[in-house]
């Protein structure tokens, strides 16, 4: 079992930044894959960034490319993404999400087992 929780949302004004962190325990964070995801209300959980198990491979949805960065410390058993230059249409509910040992589970959320309970990010105008 992997116990996902994540801090760091708040409010910010559209060319801000804010650093959202998914602290890790239980079983070791150091083998699975880490996903950040998002939901606005209204609309389905999408993939933001993924990190695999190796940390070998990044990867962004086009919608935060060159504005969000995911990162990890395993040393720390926590993961990160860095968001800058923020824009309301970022607001959401932002989840950590964590798969089995050795796997990557990619962009889908129903491939991933461990959730947090999300953290609130709102950008205002």
């Known amino acids: 079992q992997v116990q996902l929780v994540e801090s760091g949302g708040g409010l910010v004004q559209a060319g801000g930044s804010l650093r959202l962190s998914c602290a890790a325990s239980?079983?070791?964070?150091?083998?699975?894959?880490m996903g950040w995801f998002r939901q606005a209300p209204g609309k389905e959980r999408e993939f933001v960034a993924g990190?695999?198990?190796?940390?070998?491979?990044?990867d962004y949805d086009d919608s935060v490319k060159g504005r969000f960065t995911i990162s990890r410390d395993k040393s720390k058993n926590t993961g990160y993404l860095q968001m800058n230059s923020l824009k309301p249409e970022d607001t959401a509910v932002y989840y950590c999400?964590?798969?089995?040992?050795?796997?990557?589970?990619?962009?889908?959320?129903?491939?991933?087992?461990?959730w947090g309970q999300g953290t609130q990010v709102t950008v205002s105008s």
């Open positions: 999400a964590a798969g089995l040992a050795f796997q990557n589970p990619g962009r889908d959320p129903g491939r991933y087992s461990y």
């Open positions: 239980g079983r070791t964070f150091s083998t699975t894959a």
């Open positions: 990190l695999t198990w190796s940390d070998r491979t990044v």
